[in-house]
């Protein structure tokens, strides 16, 4: 059964947040409040760094690490706190945003019909960001990409909503936190006098999201998702085995028409990875009682019609 073109559809699935640095990096401090350590830190990883709270404390330390995260753990540590990615979101004009290092992790998200505002809250979600809007993001946005860095797919989103996005790391120290002094990101969008922009904290969607790849990956980045696919149909409970071929049906005929739409040597690379994951679907169909193999039938219809040798 094919999805309907008009029906929402968000799905993401990521990597860490920061990826790993070759290069060794060394943070020295010496009796430093937390402006001087934030400003430090920031000017080591070349991304915007924020301590909220810790006051009262002055750091003396050396630290060196191979990666941002190690001495993003080490400072927060040394405050008795912890760290986190803050994303914000502003509506207006979308402007060029420099690459955070926080945002060049690859992630795979699959986008159709849904508002601005529902894609970044989505997105921050996986990154485990918090994440601040200003304005309205009501526009509607429609993407797909796999295995891309998460600003590439800000991005993208700025230019379909007429937003701009910016990041920072946010080390947040035990005890009281005072009101921030200064703004993480560059400066307000402007905002139409009839919209007024507000700033507000964005929780991720309550609601469950359809867990769902995009394409645009390698081929055997497909083959395994295949393979996870076709694991979870078969370890559906019988009440439901009719519902979970039906959504495998609609979630793959969505990868394998976009794959169709690549140019021919990119569609043939991926269609050849998914292709060796027939093998082991023809293998469990084959050993299936009658009244399972006719529940499933519609799936085995969908594999050898799309998945030719």
């Not at 891309?148 to 947040?172: F, K, M």
């Not at 645009?216 to 370890?235: C, D, F």
């Not at 979630?251 to 990119?266: H, K, N, R, S, Y």
């Not at 084959?286 to 219809?301: F, T």
């Amino acid at each position: 059964m094919r999805a309907r073109m008009g029906a929402p559809l968000l799905v993401a699935a990521c990597l860490a947040a920061v990826p790993v640095q070759a290069r060794r990096l060394r943070l020295e401090l010496e009796r430093a409040g937390p402006v001087e350590a934030g400003a430090a830190l920031e000017r080591l990883l070349g991304v915007p760094v924020e301590v909220r709270g810790g006051h009262e404390r002055a750091l003396t330390l050396t630290f060196v690490a191979a990666a941002p995260r190690h001495l993003l753990d080490r400072l927060a540590a040394a405050y008795g706190g912890t760290w986190r990615l803050a994303l914000r979101v502003q509506g207006g004009r979308a402007a060029p945003t420099a690459l955070s290092p926080a945002l060049k992790s690859p992630v795979s998200v699959g986008l159709r019909d849904v508002t601005a505002r529902r894609a970044v809250q989505f997105l921050a979600s996986q990154l485990g960001a918090e994440l601040t809007v200003e304005g309205e993001l009501d526009r509607r946005v429609s993407l797909f990409a796999v295995n891309v860095p998460a600003s590439t797919v800000l991005d993208r989103i700025s230019e379909q909503a007429g937003t701009r996005w910016s990041a920072a790391y946010v080390i947040q120290a035990a005890g009281p936190v005072p009101e921030p002094v200064t703004p993480l990101a560059a400066p307000r969008a402007a905002v139409p006098p009839e919209s007024p922009g507000r700033a507000e904290a964005v929780p991720p969607p309550a609601d469950p999201l359809p867990a769902i790849p995009t394409v645009l990956g390698s081929g055997p980045q497909l083959r395994t998702w295949l393979l996870g696919e076709i694991a979870r149909l078969l370890k559906a409970e019988p009440g439901r085995r009719r519902e979970a071929a039906e959504r495998f049906v609609r979630d793959t005929t969505l990868v394998f028409d976009a794959v169709a739409l690549l140019p021919g040597p990119e569609a043939r690379e991926r269609l050849a990875g998914m292709l060796s994951a027939l093998a082991v679907w023809k293998r469990a169909y084959a050993g299936m009682a009658p009244e399972v193999r006719r529940e499933l039938a519609p799936v085995d219809a969908q594999l050898n019609g799309r998945l030719r040798p």
